[in-house]
């Protein structure tokens, strides 16, 4: 191309370099916070559901080689936005399982026998697991087709693991069951400790709806002020530049490191922050970012070093590259604008697919729009979350393509959270027409609290793990996702439902009338 065999030039728009001791410790951080995330979540489901909890853990496993052996197949790359896409399957996994049980639960406290409430157990929960899955999966194909780069890589992974996770939960469960019974074998979906858990609840989701409401305003104009006076940091995806991650021999502050370059880069401003351990540093610079030349990658790494070079004893440039320089990445203003609109678009047309879905499967536009708030309620709580706490937090709470993967799991999680509860009220609204329409949503809910305090734990846990143990380079991805999950569970009940009820105030008028 440069010989002119072609006729259009070739700039590199983006690149990324991550050297080999970041890149093995953060496959081994990953590797372990998986490990320990997986552990927990299979000890959990033992805890709760005794032998049924076994045959989830087989199943959850069993999914897993799949998703492995599909992306093997496949070579599709596992990025950080797949490993979103994996761990947001994980929990539809979980939560499948958790929704056969806990039916299975109550037809049990019917007085059912074991194999016909097995059988009535898996029949009933069909319609929620569907209904939760085909709308996760919409906005999977969605983001597949229509987004790029970080968008696309989340997309694939939770395509492949909805498909694999509707198999395994389902299939592979029942057949261990059916197993069990036909060798006279006892099948349990409890033990001691959780046989009684969370069974004649009342609490006052619709009647205190008020209160909930109060309280996501105050968070949501909290996070607006912040946003107008302090903005959001944002990472070198969304604003175009260079950034580098350097390890230093000795501790070192942000301030310290930002002087020492403040001539390097000739008028360019260089962002510095701390990243992990107090002797790693972030830096961020827009420095001959809109360069032509070949050369201007090496200028920039020449000047970087340069600026820092009194921080270093008997080092040269290239043994500074090799032992100091982690990781490099570059993202030209065009790309970055570019993932930026790719992002919004795969959102907004997600939003509208699962409005017409949910318009579709229940008969009413009120779960469609109460639904939809909820997500933008929960995007707009973790952004308030992120413009607050950033330069509080010993983490990097960047926006970057990390966040945006961060960002469609949590409306991937609460389309999912929102859809279960949904399908539950549509079933007691239907069984309860003589009550009052707020006294049925109301103990819909109560009765969902198994589930959902169920697969919000365990997606939790496998987050929390991640936090935890899976190194500074995913630190912050996983927080976003740990409060998305807690965000996600709290407006499927304290906010999509009461949206519903009181969009549906005068309908119930009218009917009464």
Not at 457 to 464: E, N
Request: glycine share 8%; aromatic share 12%.
């Amino acid at each position: 191309m440069k010989a002119g065999k072609l006729p259009a030039p070739a700039r590199i728009v983006e690149e990324a370099v991550v050297g080999p001791s970041l890149g093995q410790e953060s496959i081994n951080d990953g590797l372990l916070s998986f490990i320990v995330a997986l552990v927990i979540v299979l000890l959990y489901m033992i805890f709760y559901y005794g032998k049924a909890g076994i045959a989830s853990d087989i199943a959850l496993l069993a999914n897993l080689f799949f998703i492995m052996g599909v992306l093997a197949s496949t070579n599709i790359a596992l990025t950080l936005p797949g490993i979103a896409g994996i761990v947001l399957t994980i929990g539809i996994s979980v939560d499948a399982n958790v929704l056969i049980y806990e039916r299975i639960r109550e037809e049990l406290r019917a007085g059912k026998g074991a194999r016909l409430a097995i059988t009535d157990g898996y029949k009933n929960a069909y319609s929620s697991i569907i209904d939760a899955n085909v709308t996760t999966l919409l906005t999977g194909i969605i983001l597949w087709f229509f987004g790029t780069g970080p968008v696309e890589g989340f997309a694939k992974t939770l395509v492949i693991g909805i498909i694999t996770s509707l198999f395994s939960a389902i299939f592979i469960t029942r057949l261990i069951f059916t197993w069990r019974l036909d060798n006279k074998k006892k099948v349990t979906v409890s033990t001691k400790a959780t046989e009684g858990a969370f069974q004649n609840l009342n609490w006052n989701f619709i009647p205190k709806r008020k209160v909930f409401y109060i309280i996501s305003s105050i968070i949501i104009l909290a996070g607006i002020v912040s946003f107008a006076v302090r903005g959001l940091s944002y990472g070198v995806d969304f604003t175009g530049g260079r950034t580098y991650l350097v390890r230093f021999d000795q501790s070192v502050t942000p301030e310290e490191v930002r002087s020492s370059l403040s001539n390097s880069f000739e008028g360019a401003t260089a962002e510095v922050k701390t990243f992990g351990s107090d002797n790693q540093v972030k830096i961020t610079t827009s420095y001959l970012i809109d360069s032509e030349l070949d050369s201007a990658d090496m200028m920039v790494e020449k000047k970087l070093f340069g600026g820092l070079n009194s921080y270093f004893v008997d080092k040269n440039f290239e043994s500074f590259g090799d032992e100091n320089l982690l990781s490099s990445q570059k993202v030209g203003p065009t790309i970055a604008d570019d993932i930026k609109t790719s992002a919004v678009w795969a959102i907004l047309f997600s939003l509208i697919i699962i409005f017409l879905y949910i318009l579709f499967r229940f008969r009413k536009w009120q779960y469609g729009l109460g639904a939809v708030a909820a997500i933008f309620h929960d995007v707009l709580v973790v952004l308030a979350v992120f413009s607050i706490a950033y330069g509080f937090l010993p983490f990097s709470l960047d926006i970057d393509q990390a966040f945006i993967a961060a960002i469609l799991t949590v409306v991937g999680y609460s389309i999912n959270d929102t859809v279960v509860v949904f399908d539950r009220i549509r079933e007691y609204l239907g069984s309860f027409k003589k009550r009052e329409m707020k006294e049925v949503i109301n103990d819909a809910l109560n009765s969902t609290l198994s589930r959902t305090i169920n697969t919000s734990l365990s997606t939790f846990f496998v987050l929390l793990m991640i936090f935890i143990f899976g190194g500074e380079v995913i630190r912050g991805f996983a927080f976003a996702l740990m409060v998305g999950v807690a965000v996600g569970t709290y407006s499927s009940l304290c906010v999509a439902t009461p949206i519903v009820v009181d969009l549906s105030k005068k309908q119930e008028e009218k009917l009464r009338k």
